[in-house]
């Protein structure tokens, strides 16, 4: 099975279905990213714009990186920054909780508390940054490294923003509610 560096390069030559092949291997998971990021009919018209782009743009990619996942993702946040900056201002944090279908991250916790509202204020609390390298290792299954490459940023910056989210959410005081953690 050829890498996907081999397919980008044998589509850089003419072949046209060596990129159609990347498209279908990388196509489940940056539209769920995308789903995740800004709703499905949102998510629906940015996915052709992030084809369209990539297919544009594999003359700069890196073939000596095999998987072109993390490239892809890159090329997907470009097109989210495009979309969110045509956005009104409240609508700049998403509700991620109700974006992938039935989605809870916390099913024992009692149906009274308005878990999306309180995820969605934590989440919002954080950094852009934190958020971004946040939501590519935890729900793209990226590592930390390939959310670094995303992002364009050195790898050990993204370890340490990671760490910040991670640290403010469990300060946060909407997830000591969701778990029911007396204040201090």
Do not use: C
């Amino acid at each position: 099975m050829a890498s996907d560096a081999e397919l980008i390069g044998r589509s850089l030559e003419g072949d046209r279905e060596a990129f159609v092949e990347v498209i279908y291997r990388h196509e489940g998971a940056i539209g769920a990213y995308l789903v995740r990021r800004v709703g499905r009919v949102a998510a629906e018209d940015l996915l052709g714009d992030v084809w369209v782009a990539a297919y544009e743009s594999r003359k700069t990619y890196d073939r000596s990186f095999a998987d072109a996942r993390p490239w892809l993702y890159g090329v997907a946040l470009n097109k989210l920054r495009r979309h969110w900056r045509s956005e009104p201002a409240e609508a700049l944090v998403p509700d991620v909780t109700s974006m992938a279908d039935e989605w809870d991250p916390w099913p024992a916790v009692d149906a009274r508390v308005d878990i999306q509202s309180l995820l969605r204020a934590a989440l919002a609390r954080l950094k852009p940054e934190e958020r971004e390298v946040l939501t590519l290792v935890a729900w793209e299954d990226l590592t930390v490294a390939e959310a670094a490459r995303v992002i364009g940023i050195p790898a050990g910056t993204a370890r340490r923003l990671l760490h910040q989210a991670r640290k403010s959410l469990r300060n946060a005081p909407e997830v000591a509610a969701l778990l029911k953690i007396p204040s201090a």
